[in-house]
């Protein structure tokens, strides 16, 4: 993330990619909440097709995100 980011915020971007993965670590615990409130087949299917959606909107940002490192090296 240093790469893509101006010097003059790069310190933000790190302190906004942290909190990006404390969400995540957050939003992990809250799905494990509904362990015992889902069925096992449904939670896991959820958890899924979230997994699923993730990489597919990876996809989608791959190229972009590749052109933009390679302009700033």
């Excluded at 990006?20 to 670590?25: D, I, L, S, Y």
């Excluded at 809250?30 to 990489?55: C, D, H, K, N």
């Amino acid at each position: 993330m240093s790469q893509l980011a101006p010097v003059r915020i790069g310190g933000l971007i790190m302190g906004v990619w942290f909190l990006a993965g404390a969400v995540g670590n957050y939003l992990g615990g809250r799905m494990a909440g509904f362990y015992e409130a889902m069925t096992l087949p449904s939670l896991f299917g959820a958890v899924g097709a979230f997994g699923i959606g993730a990489g597919v909107l990876l996809l989608l940002f791959a190229r972009p995100m590749r052109r933009l490192t390679a302009r700033a090296s």
